[in-house]
């Protein structure tokens, strides 16, 4: 049975670090001459945050959707349209496939020498868990900056030479101090951008499954009382033990094992 809306808690996470980090980003932006916004292809919108665009300035920017393999390649392809069509370039990379990653650096050299300046200096920003940090270890060939599969692991500013021509600066997750809609909220968890201790899994399972169904009464995709089931997160024998099911569902989920889907449609009209 469907969990009733009444469950929904609210969403939000913006620590003292993202505060300290925007500011900071502020203060740097006067060495800064491309900047690169980094978001999770399932969320391209929900994962864009305006402040860090306005930051930009008139500085040359790209929008990088990473995790292109478990996103949904026609919908991908229509956000880099719509992306294109609205004066943002974008491209989309799998950050562990060697020829998107070799496309992403040649895109960056190539805005770097408009600034005309020798060894050009780009910072990436974007939401938690996006894949900054391993974005810049793919562009640099090596493992240069920390990375990990869980929201707020790079805390403070670094950079990091990546080549003759450029020089890279990692930077804290950052999102909106108020995520505001419902719907963004559930994603950015789903997606991995908020921490763990900052929501329900069980809650943000329903919610995903409820939208896929609006979506597609017919999906393939078990809800979480199925999927607890068939894998036998059961307890005492008979109770379902919703709550490990909703994490191991969102592994799942992460690891591409429902089949590549992207959260969000590109606006119409
Ligand atoms: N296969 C694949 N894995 C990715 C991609 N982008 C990110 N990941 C994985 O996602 C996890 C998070 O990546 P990070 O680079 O630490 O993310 P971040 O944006 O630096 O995160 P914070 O520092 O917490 O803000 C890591 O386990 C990466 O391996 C991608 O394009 N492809
Ligand atoms: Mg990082």
């Known amino acids: 049975m469907p969990r009733a809306i009444a ?8 620590p003292g670090h993202m505060a300290r980090a925007m500011r900071r980003i502020g203060e740097d932006m006067r060495a800064i001459d491309v900047v690169v916004e980094v978001t999770d292809a399932r969320v391209p ?5 305006p402040a860090l665009a306005k930051i930009a300035g008139n500085r040359p920017r790209i929008l990088v959707l990473t995790r292109e393999h478990l996103a949904d390649p026609a919908t991908t392809a229509a956000w880099l349209a719509y992306f294109a069509a609205h004066g943002r370039p974008a491209v989309a990379i799998d950050a562990k496939d060697r020829l998107g990653v070799a496309r992403l650096r040649s895109a960056l050299e190539r805005l770097g020498s408009t600034t005309k300046r020798r060894g ?12 900054k940090s391993t974005a810049i270890n793919a562009i640099a060939g090596r493992n240069v900056a920390r990375a990990e599969d869980r929201a707020g692991v790079t805390r403070s500013r670094q950079w990091f030479r990546v080549g003759d021509a450029l020089e ?8 909106v101090p ?8 559930w994603k950015l968890a789903f997606v991995g951008a908020v921490p763990r201790a900052r929501f329900d899994a069980e809650d943000v399972v329903a919610r995903f499954h409820r939208w896929l169904v609006e979506r597609d009464p017919n999906t393939a995709v ?11 997160f059961v307890r005492h024998g008979t109770v379902l033990d919703t709550h490990n099911a ?11 094992k429902f089949g590549r889907m992207t959260l ?6």
């Open 7 to 14: 469950d929904e808690a609210t969403i939000q996470w913006y």
């Open 45 to 49: 919108l929900a994962g864009t945050n």
């Open 120 to 131: 050009a200096r780009a910072i990436v920003l974007g939401i938690p868990n996006a894949g």
């Open 168 to 175: 890279i600066m990692d930077t804290a997750g950052i999102l």
């Open 178 to 185: 108020r995520i505001d809609t419902p719907e963004s909220q």
């Open 222 to 232: 078990p809800d979480l009382d199925t999927f607890a089931q068939s894998r036998g």
């Open 246 to 256: 909703a994490w191991s569902y969102m592994k799942d989920w992460s690891d591409g």
């Open 264 to 269: 969000e449609s590109v606006p119409t009209a």
